[in-house]
């Protein structure tokens, strides 16, 4: 271990970190992390460190997001840095992602007590502003069932917020353009399937707007910023720019975050929604981090959302279920529905990061 610190963790639990970095499915657009995950899986003080989060914490995510917020701040001349894409100025071509392993380890050694201080604080609060798309497009699908009436809109782990202001920005789909052409903040996404495309500009109305995480992002803040553009893989240039804009526009109008576990603060958000009205709530990305012993809890305080009135429930976490596809090469998570009667419907597939579509048929 660093500084020859005893080991806190368990064998069982350093086995199942490793795993996580000895297969690192996630990474596949991220050749560094790639490489890194492996140097990680090989390393047990690596692994030490990369177990410190808190429970329930991906530790691929924490900890290359620790990595780069130290690097982001104060350490950027250190040579790991030259395998960054991210921190290198424009022009200047990164090192190959396959040598960066031994930078990466004396990195770690340098920097052990700032990385631990980051990991055992942090959150994975990565905040995709392009999974609005998929609140938008479940919010077109199902506007005919709402009707006309106003829906008071709940974000289940809304980080910062970016999604719930899905509406203003601008979005192209399928050779299409929805939204505000004039925003900072324009989502492109590529169109699958043969299913219909919804009108995506025909939304119900919204009466109220709120999220609930358990550490809100305050767009407002700089270090909280600084996190998140943390959490961007290196190689992701467009994404970093289009979180930058996003957090822009958001802070000129944040959108209300109640900090705390949705499984304390959803009940009582619940017997304050007027009774009979319509809500819809949202999560992405976000029941995958609640520990598994603790999701069935996480359900139920989503469902007491509809114990006074209509609840749509809408969320991009996992594969779809059921997956009513006869290919399902591209892959692809759920845009599930479950609706006031209970059943639970694809509305389509996505990719993780709603980078594609694909619609289906006769949805
Ligand atoms: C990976 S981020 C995803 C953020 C956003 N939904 C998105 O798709 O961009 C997961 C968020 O869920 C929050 N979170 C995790 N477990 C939670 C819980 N039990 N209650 C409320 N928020 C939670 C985290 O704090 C974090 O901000």
């Known amino acids: 271990m660093f500084g020859g610190m005893e080991s806190k963790i368990t064998d069982a639990h350093r086995a199942l970190v490793r795993r996580a970095f000895a297969e690192p499915g996630e990474f596949a657009?991220?050749?560094?992390?790639?490489?890194?995950?492996?140097?990680?899986?090989?390393?047990?003080?690596?692994?030490?460190?990369?177990?410190?989060?808190?429970?329930?914490?991906?530790?691929?995510?924490?900890?290359?997001?620790?990595?780069?917020?130290?690097?982001?701040?104060?350490a950027g001349d250190d040579p790991l840095a030259a395998y960054y894409p991210s921190l290198l100025p424009d022009g200047v071509a990164a090192r190959p992602a396959e040598e960066a392993g031994p930078a990466l380890v004396a990195f770690c050694a340098r920097h052990a007590d700032a990385l631990r201080a980051v990991i055992g604080s942090r959150l994975v609060q990565t905040n995709q502003v392009q999974r609005s798309l998929g609140l938008r497009f479940?919010?077109?699908?199902i506007a005919d069932e709402i009707g006309d009436r106003p829906v008071h809109l709940i974000e289940v782990g809304a980080s910062a917020g970016l999604n719930l202001r899905f509406d203003r920005y601008g979005y192209r789909l399928g050779?299409?353009?929805?939204?505000?052409?004039?925003?900072?903040?324009?989502?492109?996404?590529?169109?699958?399937?043969?299913?219909?495309?919804?009108?995506?500009?025909?939304?119900?109305?919204?009466?109220?707007?709120?999220?609930?995480?358990?550490?809100?992002?305050?767009?407002?803040?700089?270090?909280?910023?600084?996190?998140?553009?943390?959490?961007?893989?290196?190689?992701?240039?467009?994404?970093?720019?289009?979180?930058?804009?996003?957090l822009d526009l958001v802070a000129g109008d944040p959108p209300p975050i109640v900090r705390g576990d949705a499984i304390d603060v959803l009940p009582g958000l619940?017997?304050?929604l007027p009774d009979g009205e319509p809500r819809v709530v949202f999560h992405s990305a976000t029941r995958m981090h609640v520990p598994a012993e603790r999701r069935a809890a996480f359900d139920g305080a989503i469902?007491?959302?509809?114990?006074?009135?209509?609840?749509?429930?809408?969320?991009?976490?996992?594969?779809?279920?059921?997956?009513?596809?006869?290919?399902?090469?591209?892959?692809?998570?759920g845009l599930?529905?479950?609706?006031?009667?209970?059943?639970?419907?694809?509305?389509?597939?996505?990719?993780?990061?709603?980078?594609?579509?694909?619609?289906?048929?006769?949805?």
């Open 29 to 74: 657009t991220s050749p560094l992390y790639q490489a890194l995950s492996r140097t990680v899986a090989a390393d047990d003080a690596l692994l030490e460190l990369a177990a410190a989060g808190r429970p329930g914490q991906y530790p691929t995510f924490l900890f290359f997001g620790a990595v780069q917020q130290v690097l982001l701040t104060g």
């Open 138 to 141: 479940a919010l077109a699908a």
């Open 175 to 246: 050779g299409r353009r929805f939204g505000e052409p004039d925003s900072p903040v324009q989502l492109v996404a590529e169109l699958h399937g043969d299913g219909e495309l919804p009108d995506l500009d025909a939304l119900p109305a919204l009466a109220s707007v709120r999220g609930v995480d358990l550490n809100p992002v305050d767009v407002l803040d700089p270090d909280d910023r600084q996190w998140l553009r943390a959490l961007v893989w290196p190689e992701h240039h467009d994404q970093r720019i289009l979180l930058t804009a996003a």
């Open 270 to 272: 619940a017997a304050g």
């Open 303 to 333: 469902a007491s959302l509809g114990e006074t009135g209509p609840l749509w429930w809408l969320s991009v976490e996992d594969v779809p279920d059921p997956d009513p596809r006869t290919d399902r090469s591209r892959g692809g998570a």
């Open 336 to 363: 599930q529905l479950r609706g006031p009667d209970g059943e639970a419907r694809v509305l389509a597939v996505v990719e993780g990061h709603l980078r594609w579509v694909e619609t289906l048929p006769g949805v």
